[in-house]
């Protein structure tokens, strides 16, 4: 209509529409803006506000260009249009109503919103750079302070490891002695041990003349803080009450040694320098309570040689009687119960023997981490070891009962990793092991009683393969059901020795090799655990081991 002509003077795209389905005029700006129009029903889906949510199907309902017609009023909205090539172009849309017809002015307003979208993100920016900047100060502390523990878990690590190295007081107090005279820049360091009030000074580093087998006493301010458990670090002329003066105060540090509650001795330090100690308080109190176990434990080793000597021939002849008691099918639950308790032994001996060897071999020439994180995980296998070896005392038990322990919630996979690990001495070399680990959950059980059925199938497993083979484990969850397969290419069991297996007494090892216990101790357990165990096995072919337990 002519009467708008006038809008082709604006520079803005003008749109003059009667109804939803009338466009009455469009100007020249919005001729060369909009040149791919059609129809207003199309344009307007094109046309978004700048946030809509959609919660209807009825797209019109969500469009500014039918909300501005059906308007009784005049509009406005921000809106987005997306041209043919797929670019999205914001403009400040008006709509007046004049009778009958509704105006539309579209005002391009992108520049103005990349404008403030790159305000907002320089804003973002410059406080993400704060944060990053606070963050670096923080990595920089952590740094600081992980250097600084690093050095003191070295020092501890050191000592900890002459200490778990012998059983003989004299060597371990000797060797503490020595690192921590390097540490302090000690002229004189030794141990006092304490008894009735009293020190006597039993190992000494830096000196030859110190008087050993002498009772001393400290002042009372020194007597004080190490009866409530701190160490003494001062200045002093006096090394103890009627000691010799010296020339110039020396540092002096009295570390406390106790055993629970119970001293049992003190570390004496004395040292030239001037100094303050931080960090290395916290190295001393973690080294005195290393030394005050590992004092006690040699000294239970010392006074237990003879008991040792003694159950070993107790042993003997229990292995003895057991073979008479057999024999002559007496009393034979008795013997095979005795005869397991050495059988057990003999997993967890072998592999702290194994060990030991290698850490005798290694000791001297540990020089890189690698080495000392293999010293590490050879340590915790021994650890592992021992505390076998303290509940095999009560196998007897676990054989008839097996109610000692509780239950707890363990992951398989990683058990039997450790078993793994425990009789690497005898897969070395000659044992190819080969896991196909499913992802199981973990279950309620007791993880120290299936380690041993996955010992003994394992270790049985290995005799059966008399040159070079392959064992394959395999778990995984079927229905409710946690599955364990052990299968090994070794020599088989012959079929009319299948049914005897699990039989208490029943071995195939010949007399003084099996007692016949493993096999028949891991039904138990297994039997325990709500579980069942079976074998498949064929003469020069292998055997399988199939252990089911519930998962709940």
Do not use: W
Request: hydrophobic letters at 40%; charged letters at 25%.
């Amino acid at each position: 209509m002519k009467k708008f002509d006038f809008f082709n003077q604006y520079r803005d795209p003008v749109i003059v529409i009667r109804d939803y389905d009338d466009v009455v005029f469009k100007n020249n700006a919005f001729f060369r803006i909009f040149n791919q129009f059609t129809d207003i029903k199309r344009f307007a889906h094109k046309v978004n506000f700048e946030m809509c949510p959609l919660d209807s199907e009825n797209v019109d309902l969500f469009s500014p260009i039918f909300q501005a017609i059906t308007s009784k009023e005049n509009f406005f909205a921000r809106i987005s249009y997306i041209d043919n090539s797929g670019k999205t172009i914001y403009y400040d849309m008006t709509s007046v109503k004049r009778g009958l017809y509704t105006i539309l002015f579209f005002t391009d307003v992108s520049s103005q919103i990349q404008i403030e979208q790159f305000e907002q993100n320089e804003k973002k920016y410059k406080q993400k750079l704060a944060e990053l900047e606070e963050e670096n100060e923080e990595l920089q502390k952590i740094k600081q302070n992980a250097q600084t523990q690093a050095f003191r878990i070295a020092l501890i690590n050191k000592v900890s490891n002459i200490i778990r190295e012998s059983m003989d007081i004299t060597v371990i107090q000797n060797s503490v002695l020595k690192e921590l005279s390097y540490m302090f820049g000690c002229f004189k360091a030794y141990y006092a041990q304490y008894n009735d009030g009293e020190f006597l000074i039993t190992e000494s580093y830096g000196e030859n003349n110190i008087n050993k087998d002498i009772p001393i006493k400290f002042d009372e301010i020194v007597t004080s803080k190490i009866n409530n458990h701190e160490i003494s670090i001062g200045y002093s002329l006096s090394e103890y009450v009627g000691a010799t003066p010296f020339k110039q105060s020396v540092l002096k540090i009295v570390v406390p040694i106790f055993h629970i509650q119970k001293m049992i001795g003190a570390i004496v330090l004395l040292s030239y320098q001037k100094r303050e100690l931080n960090e290395e308080i916290e190295i001393l109190d973690a080294i005195s309570s290393q030394l005050g176990n590992a004092i006690i434990r040699a000294e239970l080793y010392r006074k237990n040689a003879q008991n040792v000597k003694e159950l070993k021939q107790t042993l003997d002849e229990l292995k003895a009687t057991q073979l008479q008691l057999i024999n002559s099918e007496k009393m034979a639950s008795l013997g095979q119960l005795v005869a397991g308790i050495a059988h057990e032994i003999n997993t967890p001996i072998a592999s702290i023997k194994s060990n030991n060897d290698m850490l005798t071999k290694l000791s001297s020439k540990i020089e890189n981490n690698d080495l000392k994180q293999m010293f590490e995980q050879i340590n915790n296998i021994d650890k592992e070891a021992i505390e076998r070896i303290s509940k095999i005392v009560v196998s007897l038990k676990k054989f008839v009962r097996l109610d000692e322990a509780e239950l707890q919630l363990a992951d398989i996979n990683k058990e039997i990793d450790l078993t793994l690990e425990i009789i690497r001495h005898e897969t070395k070399n000659k044992v190819e092991i080969e896991k196909h680990y499913g992802n199981i959950p973990q279950i309620k059980c007791y993880p120290n009683m299936l380690n041993q059925v996955f010992t003994n199938i394992l270790i049985n497993a290995c005799q059966s393969i008399e040159k070079q083979g392959k064992i394959t484990i395999t778990t995984e969850q079927k229905a409710n059901n946690l599955e364990i397969c052990i299968k090994d290419n070794g020599k088989g069991i012959p079929k009319e020795n299948l049914n005897k297996i699990f039989t208490a007494g029943f071995t195939t090892k010949g007399v003084g090799v099996g007692t016949g216990l493993g096999l028949a101790i891991s039904q138990k357990i297994i039997d325990k655990h709500n579980g069942k165990i079976r074998v498949i096995s064929e003469i020069d072919v292998g055997s399988e081991f199939i252990i089911t337990i519930p998962c709940e």
